[in-house]
């Protein structure tokens, strides 16, 4: 058995984590259904999609899906947002009741209506809200306390080294990196030094995040950084191959659509007919990027019947394995 799955390749505190590729959380994707195929494919560790404190203080709690989690999803993390340390340990705390094994704040969210209220990257020209933050968090949790950060919020204001070490004076187990400003967004390449150097100057446990496009860049971003996992978002859309170190362009056209039946079946297991169908359309369109299927593929975008999708699928299946 590979030694990775049997030897922890880091800890989150006291949390083992076995392997060194991990989903990363993203709002509308990496649901439920989408988690646990990741995960049959190797994602070390799960993060939920983002959820403001906020909601979490009020009953019922209208995003509550975003925190569901399958029986058995461990190490699973929680993360939440917000600008104001007392709401996010109050928060935190209602969510410990749940049994995470992590609670995580996002400082990476770089969406104006979220960081021009100070949440987010929002937090990270706020060095006293961080350190706010995680002091109260981890002294008054029980599970360890975690963050996800950019940069910082612009090229003048690169204060992610501060912000790191100001988290690790305050308790935090671990610092997810990703390597852009909030200005940035995502329009330019991701810098993967700043993860080196964060690395260099933390004792707890680092994840290099950003622009991991293919399976060889996992390999690369950790001999650049020396970080201790890396974190895959958009290029996991439509690829959990990438979690098995594979490269999408060797992964066969059976295998995309026995992925794709799998992946459906979560999703109506979880959602229901036909709501997993509507949510799988957007997972559909990045399975068959670059594939020509083009007339079929607007039909099955287009279907709210569950079986025609099936009969429609069939026909894709055997077009192009005919090609
Ligand atoms: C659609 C979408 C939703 C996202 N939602 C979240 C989120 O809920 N929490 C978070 O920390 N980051 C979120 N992110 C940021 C990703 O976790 C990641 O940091 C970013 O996409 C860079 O990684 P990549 O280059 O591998 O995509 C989201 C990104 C995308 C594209």
Same mark, same amino acid.
């Given at each position: 058995?590979?030694?990775?799955?049997?030897?922890?390749?880091?800890? %989150?505190?006291d949390?083992?984590?076995?392997?060194?590729?991990?989903?990363?959380?993203?709002? @509308?994707?990496?649901?439920?259904?989408?988690?646990?195929?990741c995960?049959?494919?190797?994602?070390?560790?799960?993060?939920?999609?983002?959820?403001?404190?906020?909601?979490?203080?009020?009953?019922?709690?209208?995003?509550?899906?975003?925190?569901?989690?399958?029986?058995? *999803?461990?190490? $699973?993390?929680?993360?939440?947002?917000?600008?104001?340390?007392?709401?996010?340990?109050?928060?935190?705390?209602?969510?410990?009741?749940w049994?995470?094994?992590?609670?995580?704040?996002?400082? @990476?969210?770089?969406?104006?209506?979220?960081?021009?209220?100070?949440?987010? %990257?929002?937090?990270?020209?706020?060095?006293?809200?961080?350190?706010?933050?995680?002091?109260?968090?981890?002294?008054?949790?029980? %599970?360890?306390?975690?963050? #996800?950060?950019? $940069?910082?919020?612009?090229?003048?204001?690169?204060?992610?080294? *501060?912000?790191?070490?100001?988290m690790?004076?305050?308790?935090?187990?671990?610092?997810?990196?990703?390597?852009?400003?909030?200005?940035?967004?995502?329009?330019?390449?991701a810098?993967?030094?700043?993860?080196?150097?964060? #690395?260099?100057?933390?004792?707890?446990?680092?994840? @290099?995040?950003?622009? %991991?496009?293919?399976?060889?860049?996992?390999?690369?971003?950790?001999?650049?950084?020396?970080?201790?996992?890396?974190?895959?978002?958009?290029?996991?859309?439509?690829?959990?191959?990438?979690?098995?170190?594979? *490269?999408r362009?060797?992964?066969?056209?059976? +295998?995309i659509i026995?992925?794709?039946?799998?992946?459906?079946?979560?999703?109506?297991?979880?959602? @229901?007919?036909?709501?997993?169908?509507?949510?799988?359309?957007?997972?559909?369109?990045r399975?068959?990027?670059?594939?020509?299927?083009?007339?079929?593929?607007?039909?099955?975008?287009?279907?709210?019947?569950?079986? *025609?999708? +099936?009969?429609?699928?069939?026909?894709?299946?055997? #077009?192009?394995l005919?090609?």
């Amino acid at each position: 058995m590979d030694k990775a799955k049997t030897e922890p390749t880091f800890y %989150v505190r006291d949390i083992p984590v076995y392997g060194d590729v991990i989903l990363a959380p993203m709002a @509308g994707f990496s649901d439920v259904p989408y988690r646990a195929l990741c995960r049959a494919y190797g994602s070390a560790m799960h993060y939920t999609e983002f959820v403001p404190a906020e909601t979490l203080l009020v009953q019922p709690n209208p995003l509550w899906r975003r925190l569901d989690i399958k029986a058995g *999803e461990h190490p $699973i993390v929680f993360q939440i947002f917000g600008n104001n340390a007392q709401k996010l340990l109050a928060a935190a705390q209602r969510i410990e009741a749940w049994q995470p094994d992590i609670i995580d704040i996002n400082m @990476g969210c770089s969406v104006h209506k979220i960081s021009g209220r100070g949440a987010g %990257v929002g937090m990270m020209p706020q060095p006293g809200l961080v350190a706010d933050t995680f002091n109260l968090l981890s002294t008054h949790l029980s %599970v360890p306390v975690t963050g #996800k950060l950019r $940069i910082g919020w612009d090229d003048r204001q690169r204060n992610f080294l *501060e912000i790191a070490r100001i988290m690790e004076d305050n308790g935090a187990a671990l610092i997810a990196l990703h390597g852009r400003t909030r200005e940035q967004k995502y329009n330019v390449p991701a810098d993967w030094d700043v993860i080196g150097e964060l #690395k260099q100057a933390v004792e707890i446990p680092v994840i @290099g995040n950003g622009d %991991v496009n293919c399976a060889a860049d996992i390999d690369a971003m950790k001999a650049h950084t020396g970080c201790d996992a890396v974190m895959v978002g958009r290029a996991a859309v439509g690829n959990p191959w990438i979690f098995a170190r594979r *490269e999408r362009q060797d992964v066969t056209l059976p +295998e995309i659509i026995v992925t794709i039946k799998l992946h459906l079946e979560e999703m109506l297991d979880y959602y @229901g007919d036909p709501k997993g169908l509507y949510l799988f359309r957007k997972h559909l369109r990045r399975y068959f990027k670059g594939l020509a299927v083009k007339p079929f593929l607007q039909k099955m975008l287009q279907t709210t019947d569950v079986s *025609e999708f +099936e009969h429609l699928l069939m026909i894709v299946e055997a #077009k192009l394995l005919a090609a």
